[in-house]
């Protein structure tokens, strides 16, 4: 009796003992609205700040930015950015210019340096940015390739194609209804956008593979003759960020950092890139937006003119002309030229104003061409008389394909 009883009081001290056990398990159901705060400060010796590639999901504390998916379709480097670290790592992770230049930028517009440490660790050196403005000289200087006889030839070729010609006109029928309005908005004729997309990126078919921040940074730290205006393009370039909520390794351009069909470098993007389709963001390797945004860059930076002509081509009778200075930058009246032996060869639509001098060398002979304020606003886009000219002769060829005048 005695031992069962011993047996009954032992089974009941058990019993409870499990019960105190399962009660220490239970845990409390957390509330689902609010989210568990995630631990983003690697350790002091972490060798890189990209986190694995694991299931688990984290949260930013309050107030951290979060990259939206952005509307741009160009690939991404590295898969992922983390929002915010401490340690500055990457190609530059050690060079003081950049340190003072996010110190900068902090301090400037309140930018999150721990922010500006995660993008900037992302950096990689632009070597071939570095090769093509030929920072270090490694290579041979040369004479300006526009001062070669048959140089407007050769430029003239890469852009006046047939190719090139019809995919303008495809162009031009599947954006007719943002180009009207762009020409209703803005007094842009569409053939001179068209023509602007058509030289810069031959319609989308290329916009470049250098990553804007890669390329930026790189020319920023190491281009000491345009330190300056890259630093600057830099800085344009991080606000543009915050603006939209880009991934910092998103956009794909230039060696230069221009990106878009546009192909606008970020200070143009923050002044005159526009949101044309109405989507809520502005993106220029969307059409509608990339038209909208080169006619307001017409009217602003080049003062276009509506209904004002470009350029016309003039007689000359001799094959080479070695008279006064040419180029968009030279201003004569109409009357000096005509007493150089210049005859213009139509009327010129009624314009009466002063005229840059333009010199294209073909192999045969310099075409010599009278170009108005028009023909300037086109070379605010790239300062370059064969650019301009490629623009207004591609845009004329295009229209006359399509409309057979």
């Not at 930013?60 to 983390?82: F, M, N």
């Not at 090769?131 to 526009?146: D, F, G, L, Q």
């Not at 007689?315 to 000096?336: D, L, M, W």
């Amino acid at each position: 009796m005695y031992k069962i009883k011993k047996l009954t009081l032992l089974a009941l001290v058990l019993m409870l003992s499990a019960g105190c056990i399962q009660r220490q398990q239970t845990t409390t159901v957390q509330n689902p609205n609010e989210l568990p705060i995630a631990t983003t400060t690697p350790l002091p010796n972490t060798p890189s700040i990209y986190q694995p590639n694991t299931p688990t999901t984290t949260y930013p504390p309050s107030g951290q930015v979060i990259y939206t998916e952005p509307v741009y379709t160009q690939p991404v480097e590295p898969d992922y950015v983390p929002q915010r670290t401490p340690y500055l790592q990457g190609a530059y992770g050690s060079n003081t210019k950049l340190k003072a230049f996010i110190n900068t930028i902090s301090k400037k517009y309140n930018y999150d340096a721990y922010e500006l440490n995660a993008i900037f660790s992302t950096v990689s050196r632009d070597t071939e940015a570095l090769k093509k403005y030929n920072v270090y000289k490694t290579a041979k200087p040369s004479y300006s390739k526009a001062e070669q006889i048959g140089s407007w030839d050769k430029y003239r070729a890469n852009f006046l194609s047939t190719s090139r010609i019809n995919k303008g006109v495809a162009f031009w029928q599947e954006n007719a209804h943002y180009l009207n309005k762009a020409a209703q908005k803005y007094g842009v004729a569409p053939e001179y956008i068209v023509g602007i997309i058509g030289v810069e990126t031959n319609f989308g078919g290329y916009t470049g593979t250098h990553s804007v921040l890669n390329a930026l940074t790189t020319l920023s730290i190491e281009y000491t003759a345009r330190a300056k205006f890259f630093t600057s393009e830099l800085e344009n370039y991080l606000l543009m960020l915050k603006d939209e909520k880009v991934h910092p390794q998103k956009i794909k351009g230039s060696y230069a950092g221009a990106f878009g069909l546009a192909q606008f470098m970020p200070s143009s993007f923050r002044e005159f890139a526009i949101d044309f389709d109405g989507d809520g963001h502005i993106n220029l390797f969307n059409k509608a937006d990339a038209i909208g945004s080169i006619a307001n860059y017409f009217i602003g930076r080049g003062k276009w003119q509506p209904r004002l002509p470009v350029t016309m081509k003039t007689y000359y009778n001799k094959a080479r002309f070695y008279g006064v200075a040419t180029g968009h930058k030279t201003s004569y009246t109409q009357a000096y030229l005509y007493q150089l032996g210049m005859r213009p060869s139509s009327n010129f639509a009624g314009y009466k104003g002063n005229v840059s001098l333009i010199k294209l060398s073909k192999y045969d002979r310099d075409e010599l061409w009278w170009g108005t304020p028009n023909f300037r606003a086109i070379t605010r886009y790239n300062p370059r008389d064969h650019y301009a000219m490629a623009v207004h002769q591609l845009s004329l060829a295009i229209r006359k394909a399509k409309y057979g005048r």
